[in-house]
């Protein structure tokens, strides 16, 4: 009944195996990917013809995280799984990127790629199992895809490149200082195609190394699939790429000259509104059967595309008159917004991105519930892309995949550098409004993150910037790599290359590539370019910094203490009533864990000194010869019963009260005095001893010797 067929190999520590033939046998392509014990199922199907008037490649890429898989339920009231996760959305960027270029140019028919996790040991990432599951089913598949790809990811610890590390080494990279990377790169036999990463400052050429690492490291997956195909893949499908070239020609002729005036130039709005007006010209010249053509918006983009890059190429000289390697003008602004606890306005060129720093306490935390557990995350950063910002009209408020990738990639670059949780006991949520872009508002959100939150009192360890690289590839001898690249250069170019950093070296990069992958030596000089970029941006935003920022009024204050982990049940009290009574007392919020660390936090200085003297007073001893506030509780015949410590009591002796007799305790004191009293030691019994008579009663401070002396006589 099956024709089942699996192919396996000894990757790294784990076996990898593909296997097709059994399940999902309608797609066009379906392998199970397996690596360890996590399985990923991938399945691909594609039209078979193109949508009339279709001018674009409809890839879409699904990535699902089953709850069964790691043996869960979800939560929620529905108890299924819902709209995607952080996570989910990611991983089909991350396979989308890689495999998207590698379809024949011209294929326009619909694609769906759909992966879904079906097995999880809680050790190995899916993610590079549904890319690789991926590839193989489009291998499988018949349809024009020039690959295969193969995928890894790459720790670095003590100076040695680690193949698929676990997930529990790579799951907080700020609380593992032994690693110091998390790389995920993509590619083909002879080329990198895609590159993801966060890292902690390693330089340009530990990066490299780790993306030739991990391109090494996969061409044993490749082979594997090739293996699998060689016996399973169905016949190419036949498809030629449309020969649209007399459209072209006609395009050219009737508006190459109004086209290269256009993208003459400078400004993004002129220059806009021009290309409308040359493509304007453009069909006025055409005919009925040309304007019908559903190749008509493919010819203009061969146009454009050819008019910018051959410029760039040829004479160095770009778009806007900047040379390959200059950044446009920068302006960095903080301390915007007067109640906001810490903003920026950064400014490159034509993209503008207005960032917000919000402080809070360990309420508010990020609470993530995924495969492999769920935990809190304290540094949170959103990305905001409004229509206005290019100047358009369009669907407002929706959190789409771009804005989710391009927050994630600022969340990388910014992390590393944030303090350790013991050391700034805050949540950090940093919320980036891109109010103009013209090429790379990700790496705007990364300059203008880093200000916002040195301008919210956030001690980082260094300041960030970031910078995106463009490609122009004409052939292995003219190329051309671009500093800051423009919206039409990313859109027209081979290459986004995304780099982010300190002065010491790289916390993320980003590459997506358009053509069929580019050398490590293109990489390496992309990487050189992109450092000079960064040392420059971070030169241009330390001019906003002009002295400490002050912490705001608005934010909260928290306050951090220790308690022995013995001492929680107490501070907690029966049913949480102890806390509950701290909290409502003194004003303040108490957060504790179970490791004994408590935070308190308040903007008011009194409440969380309130606070911090109550849990102290519960999880403290009081100590031998130390002199407390007490109020009596209790006069019998022989003394008074003092509460002195929280909630403990001890006895002042009718001896102890005055440096006189005494009839009755009562002749000086009364329950609900306030008195002040020595810890003078404990009896055989463990009972405390107090005394009055050796503390001024007024001052508090111990009576000296020779005034004991003076009394006696």
Same mark, same amino acid.
């Given at each position: 009944?099956?024709?089942?067929?699996?192919?396996?190999?000894?990757?790294?520590?784990?076996?990898?195996?593909?296997?097709?033939?059994?399940?999902?046998?309608?797609?066009?392509?379906?392998?199970?990917?397996?690596?360890?014990?996590?399985?990923?199922?991938?399945?691909?199907?594609? =039209?078979?013809?193109? +949508?009339?008037?279709?001018?674009?490649?409809?890839?879409?890429?699904?990535?699902?995280?089953?709850?069964?898989? =790691?043996?869960?339920?979800?939560?929620?009231?529905?108890?299924?799984?819902a709209r995607p996760t952080e996570k989910e959305t990611l991983t089909s960027r991350?396979?989308?990127?890689?495999?998207?270029?590698?379809?024949?140019?011209?294929?326009?028919?619909?694609?769906?790629?759909?992966?879904?996790?079906?097995?999880?040991?809680?050790?190995?990432?899916?993610?590079?199992?549904?890319?690789?599951?991926? !590839?193989?089913?489009?291998?499988?598949?018949?349809?024009?895809?020039?690959?295969?790809?193969?995928?890894?990811?790459?720790?670095?610890?003590?100076?040695?490149?680690?193949?698929?590390?676990?997930?529990?080494?790579?799951?907080?990279?700020?609380?593992?200082?032994?690693?110091?990377?998390?790389?995920?790169?993509?590619?083909?036999?002879?080329?990198?195609?895609?590159?993801?990463?966060?890292?902690?400052?390693?330089?340009?050429? $530990?990066?490299?190394?780790?993306?030739?690492?991990?391109?090494?490291?996969?061409?044993?997956?490749?082979?594997?699939?090739?293996?699998?195909?060689?016996?399973?893949?169905?016949?190419?499908?036949?498809?030629?790429?449309?020969?649209?070239?007399?459209?072209?020609?006609?395009?050219?002729?009737?508006?190459? @000259?109004?086209?290269?005036?256009?993208?003459?130039?400078?400004?993004?709005?002129?220059?806009?509104?021009?290309?409308?007006?040359?493509?304007?010209?453009?069909?006025? =010249?055409?005919?009925?059967?040309?304007?019908?053509?559903?190749?008509?918006?493919?010819?203009?983009?061969?146009?454009?595309?050819?008019?910018?890059?051959?410029?760039?190429?040829?004479?160095?000289?770009?778009?806007?008159?900047?040379?390959?390697?200059?950044?446009?003008?920068?302006?960095?602004?903080?301390?915007?917004?007067?109640?906001?606890?810490?903003?920026?306005?950064?400014?490159?060129?034509?993209?503008?991105?207005?960032?917000?720093?919000?402080?809070?306490?360990?309420?508010?935390?990020?609470?993530?519930?995924?495969?492999?557990?769920?935990?809190?995350?304290?540094?949170?950063?959103?990305?905001?892309?409004?229509?206005?910002?290019?100047?358009?009209?369009?669907?407002?408020?929706?959190?789409?995949?771009?804005?989710?990738?391009?927050? +994630?990639?600022?969340?990388?670059?910014?992390?590393?550098?944030?303090?350790?949780?013991?050391?700034?006991?805050?949540?950090?949520?940093?919320?980036?409004?891109?109010? $103009? &872009?013209?090429? !790379?508002?990700?790496?705007?959100?990364?300059?203008?993150?880093?200000?916002?939150?040195?301008?919210?009192?956030v001690p980082l360890k260094a300041p960030v910037a970031g910078i995106a690289m463009?490609?122009?590839?004409e052939d292995a001898d003219n190329y051309a790599i671009l500093t800051d690249i423009?919206?039409?250069?990313?859109?027209?170019?081979?290459? @986004?290359?995304?780099?982010?950093?300190?002065?010491?070296?790289?916390?993320?990069?980003?590459?997506?590539?358009?053509?069929?992958?580019?050398?490590?030596?293109?990489?390496?000089?992309?990487?050189?370019?992109?450092?000079?970029?960064?040392?420059?941006?971070?030169?241009?935003?330390?001019?906003?910094?002009?002295?400490?920022?002050?912490? &705001?009024?608005?934010?909260?204050?928290?306050?951090?203490?220790?308690?022995?982990?013995?001492?929680?049940?107490?501070?907690?009290?029966?049913?949480? +009533?102890?806390?509950?009574?701290?909290?409502?007392?003194?004003?303040?919020?108490?957060?504790?864990?179970?490791?004994?660390?408590?935070?308190?936090? !308040?903007?008011?200085?009194?409440?969380?000194?309130?606070?911090? @003297?109550?849990?102290?007073?519960?999880?403290?001893?009081?100590?031998?010869?130390?002199?407390?506030?007490?109020?009596?509780?209790?006069?019998?015949?022989?003394?008074?019963?003092?509460?002195?410590?929280?909630?403990?009591?001890?006895?002042?002796?009718?001896?102890?009260?005055?440096?006189?007799?005494?009839?009755?305790?009562?002749?000086?004191?009364?329950?609900?005095?306030?008195?002040?009293?020595?810890?003078?030691?404990?009896?055989?019994?463990?009972?405390?001893?107090?005394?009055?008579?050796?503390?001024?009663?007024?001052?508090?401070?111990?009576?000296?010797?020779?005034?004991?002396?003076?009394?006696?006589?």
């Amino acid at each position: 009944m099956f024709n089942e067929t699996k192919k396996s190999i000894e990757w790294g520590e784990e076996t990898l195996s593909l296997e097709t033939g059994k399940v999902a046998r309608q797609a066009d392509g379906t392998v199970i990917a397996t690596l360890g014990e996590t399985s990923v199922m991938a399945n691909v199907t594609f =039209a078979k013809a193109q +949508k009339p008037g279709q001018d674009f490649f409809p890839l879409t890429v699904h990535y699902n995280e089953k709850y069964y898989a =790691a043996g869960k339920i979800p939560g929620g009231f529905f108890k299924r799984e819902a709209r995607p996760t952080e996570k989910e959305t990611l991983t089909s960027r991350l396979i989308d990127r890689p495999i998207r270029p590698l379809f024949v140019e011209g294929f326009k028919n619909e694609v769906l790629v759909i992966c879904t996790v079906l097995s999880h040991d809680l050790v190995n990432d899916p993610d590079v199992v549904a890319m690789i599951a991926a !590839s193989a089913a489009l291998t499988l598949s018949g349809a024009p895809f020039m690959g295969p790809i193969g995928a890894a990811r790459v720790g670095f610890e003590d100076g040695e490149y680690i193949l698929n590390p676990t997930i529990d080494d790579m799951q907080d990279l700020r609380n593992n200082p032994d690693q110091r990377l998390d790389l995920v790169v993509a590619g083909t036999k002879d080329a990198v195609m895609m590159v993801e990463s966060e890292a902690y400052e390693l330089s340009e050429a $530990e990066m490299l190394g780790a993306v030739k690492f991990a391109h090494e490291s996969f061409q044993p997956v490749i082979d594997l699939i090739i293996d699998l195909a060689e016996d399973t893949a169905k016949e190419p499908f036949d498809f030629a790429a449309p020969d649209y070239s007399e459209l072209s020609a006609a395009v050219k002729a009737a508006g190459e @000259d109004a086209m290269r005036a256009a993208f003459a130039n400078t400004d993004k709005q002129e220059r806009v509104a021009a290309v409308a007006a040359a493509r304007t010209t453009i069909t006025d =010249a055409l005919t009925d059967e040309q304007l019908a053509d559903e190749n008509l918006g493919s010819a203009m983009k061969k146009l454009e595309s050819s008019i910018l890059r051959g410029d760039v190429v040829k004479t160095g000289k770009r778009i806007d008159g900047r040379d390959t390697t200059t950044v446009r003008p920068i302006v960095s602004e903080t301390g915007l917004l007067p109640r906001t606890h810490g903003s920026a306005l950064f400014t490159r060129g034509e993209t503008q991105g207005l960032v917000v720093t919000t402080l809070g306490t360990g309420d508010d935390e990020q609470m993530i519930d995924a495969l492999h557990g769920t935990y809190k995350s304290n540094f949170m950063l959103h990305y905001n892309f409004p229509p206005y910002s290019v100047g358009e009209v369009g669907r407002f408020g929706f959190t789409g995949r771009r804005e989710i990738g391009h927050g +994630k990639l600022a969340w990388r670059a910014l992390q590393a550098v944030l303090p350790a949780a013991t050391d700034f006991p805050y949540t950090v949520r940093v919320v980036s409004e891109i109010t $103009e &872009s013209n090429g !790379s508002s990700s790496m705007a959100s990364v300059c203008g993150g880093s200000l916002s939150m040195m301008d919210a009192g956030v001690p980082l360890k260094a300041p960030v910037a970031g910078i995106a690289m463009g490609l122009i590839l004409e052939d292995a001898d003219n190329y051309a790599i671009l500093t800051d690249i423009l919206g039409d250069e990313d859109h027209l170019g081979d290459m @986004d290359f995304k780099v982010a950093g300190t002065e010491n070296g790289i916390t993320s990069l980003q590459m997506d590539i358009k053509i069929a992958g580019i050398t490590p030596e293109i990489m390496e000089k992309a990487l050189a370019q992109a450092k000079d970029a960064r040392v420059h941006i971070l030169g241009e935003m330390g001019k906003a910094l002009t002295g400490a920022s002050e912490f &705001s009024v608005h934010a909260p204050r928290i306050e951090t203490m220790q308690v022995p982990t013995d001492k929680i049940r107490e501070v907690i009290g029966s049913g949480g +009533k102890v806390i509950r009574e701290i909290v409502e007392v003194s004003g303040a919020k108490v957060d504790i864990n179970d490791d004994g660390v408590i935070k308190i936090a !308040s903007p008011n200085g009194e409440a969380i000194k309130k606070a911090y @003297d109550m849990i102290h007073s519960i999880v403290a001893e009081p100590e031998e010869g130390q002199v407390y506030d007490g109020k009596v509780v209790k006069i019998v015949d022989f003394g008074a019963f003092v509460n002195f410590f929280g909630k403990r009591d001890g006895l002042v002796h009718v001896s102890q009260i005055e440096n006189r007799r005494l009839n009755h305790p009562s002749d000086v004191l009364k329950e609900g005095q306030d008195v002040k009293v020595k810890l003078l030691g404990f009896d055989d019994r463990g009972k405390v001893r107090l005394s009055m008579k050796v503390v001024d009663q007024e001052t508090g401070e111990e009576v000296v010797a020779e005034k004991k002396e003076k009394n006696e006589d």
